[in-house]
């Protein structure tokens, strides 16, 4: 019995019954496309009909150990990981093209593999020749890494029973051919079926199974976010082409905690940990510049100072630019506006550009007073005083909030030879962090404090 046809979203995943040019879900265009069912089985037939098993039921009380961790030797991605990998699970690693993440999980493989964990790298992307070309420069030809050049899921899961690895790397999901499903490889289903197999896989043989993921311009696993869904453990890889460093973080961790990162800087034997990143976001700069402001963040659960630098110029265009790098710019946008509405400061008629230093990403709205501050910094020409750190949230109020963690914040900022902080009224903290701290109940309080010339 045939089954109604099927559409799907490549971008956000929903699913529909008919096609259109546009997707309901998330509005994106021309990303939906019709997909065939996962299992031929009848769908109408009711659950019902037959019975199941019963399932053993325990309490809350139980005891469990924690799971088993094996490290692979790289700190960073030991920390991301939660601790290690943990037997039984999926992870998927995402990135764009061309980020690093082959060279990543190739050092990664070797460093498994040298500790004992029997690790399989299938590439459906590259040639043996061109793989082992690349172990040779980064340092791990003689790891104990068995390499196969494979897209057939079938024929992959076959070796996989054979040779019972205990961590299993698929470069990428997206080269991955089911046969069972009729579609091709790279498309919803195909992605989500291979997915699917292998995270079975890997919860049936207590493997780690890590998926590559290549993601598309819009920031997602190209394809199924439902493949995200599917894992434990979802890590980005992320970075600026042009800058060297690379950030692995995680967006969801079954195993550990979400957000944490790992930093690493791309040289030319691979990628190279960058074990106290603290200070890398910083400009070093020794004389106080407009526009530059350093914001005490945290990422994960490490303690990051990162430099905002905005540049803020009169408009030659119609419509005044807005450009933004590191940050969102929806918040961005609210920031703006919270400016000209409760203090009074227009930038309209003006280009505004903000650039998180070092290709970081932030997404705390801890560093919005720091935004604010570059901002207005850059508009006012004027520096904010050397070895000053900003943090707070700011609401649309134009009231500022204090953030989580402020203590840990302050004492990585005193560390790194700060001297002055600026926060929101009622932030908490202890005082043994040695820094001036200037406390601001409002945005509009702290642009008369510290842009009084203005
Ligand atoms: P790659 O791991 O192939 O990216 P992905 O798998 O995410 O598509 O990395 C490709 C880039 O990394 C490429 O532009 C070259 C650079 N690279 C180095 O700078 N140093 C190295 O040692 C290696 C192996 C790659
Ligand atoms: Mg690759």
């Known amino acids: 019995m045939a089954r109604s046809p099927s559409f799907v979203c490549n971008e956000c995943g929903a699913t529909s019954r008919k096609w259109s040019g546009r997707c309901d879900a998330c509005g994106a265009w021309n990303s939906i496309t019709e997909e065939a069912p996962l299992s031929a089985g009848p769908a109408s037939k009711s659950l019902g009909s037959r019975r199941g098993a019963a399932i053993a039921l325990t309490d809350l009380a139980a005891r469990e150990d924690p799971p088993p961790r094996r ?33 990543l999980l190739l050092q990664a493989a070797a460093g498994f593999a040298g500790r004992g964990v029997k690790t399989l790298y299938v590439s459906g992307e590259e040639a043996g020749a061109q793989i082992r070309m690349r172990a040779a420069r980064l340092g791990v030809a003689r790891a104990p890494v068995s390499l196969a050049t494979a897209t057939n899921l079938r024929d992959i899961l076959t070796t996989l029973e054979a040779e019972k690895p205990g961590l299993v790397i698929i470069d990428s999901i997206q080269t991955m ?27 049936r043989r207590g493997v780690s199974v890590v998926l590559v993921g290549h993601v598309t311009k819009e920031g997602q696993i190209a394809g199924p976010r439902v493949v995200e869904h599917m894992v434990d453990t979802v ?20 195993f550990g905690a979400a957000d944490e990162i790992g930093v690493f800087e791309m040289t030319g034997a691979g990628l190279a940990e960058v074990a106290n990143p603290s200070a890398l976001f910083l400009s070093g700069r020794e004389a106080p510049a407009p526009g530059s402001v350093v914001f005490a963040g945290i990422e994960g659960t490490r303690p990051l100072l990162v430099e905002l630098q905005a540049l803020v110029a009169p408009s030659p265009h119609a419509q005044a630019r807005r450009s933004v ?32 230093a070092g290709g970081l990403k932030i997404r705390e709205p801890a560093a919005d007073l720091a935004v604010a ?8 020409d004027a520096a904010l005083p050397l070895g000053t750190v900003v943090l707070g949230e700011i609401s649309l109020s134009g009231a500022l909030r204090p953030v989580s963690q402020t203590e840990s914040r302050l004492k990585e900022a005193a560390k790194l030879g700060f001297g002055a ?27 008369g404090e510290i842009f009084a010339a203005g």
């Open 373 to 380: 501050a570059a901002l207005l910094s850059a508009r006012e």
């Open 71 to 103: 490290a692979s030797g790289i700190g960073e991605l030991d920390r991301v990981l939660g601790g290690g990998l943990v037997p039984a699970s999926a992870i998927l690693v995402g990135g764009d093209p061309g980020i690093g993440k082959s060279t």
């Open 421 to 447: 902080a600026i926060l929101p009224q009622g932030s908490k903290f202890g005082s043994d962090h040695g820094l001036s701290v200037q406390k601001m109940p409002d945005l509009a309080g702290f642009v």
């Open 235 to 254: 890590l980005y890889f992320e970075g600026e082409r042009g800058h060297q460093f690379r950030i692995l973080r995680a967006v969801k961790n079954r």
């Open 325 to 356: 790098l590191g940050w969102d710019a929806g918040r961005l946008a609210m920031i703006l506006a919270v400016l000209e509405a409760r203090c009074g400061i227009p930038f309209a008629g003006l280009d505004v550009y903000l650039n998180v």
């Open 177 to 203: 051919w089911a046969d069972h499903v009729e579609a091709a490889p790279g498309s919803v289903s195909q992605v989500r079926a291979a997915a699917h197999e292998l995270t079975a896989f890997a919860k």
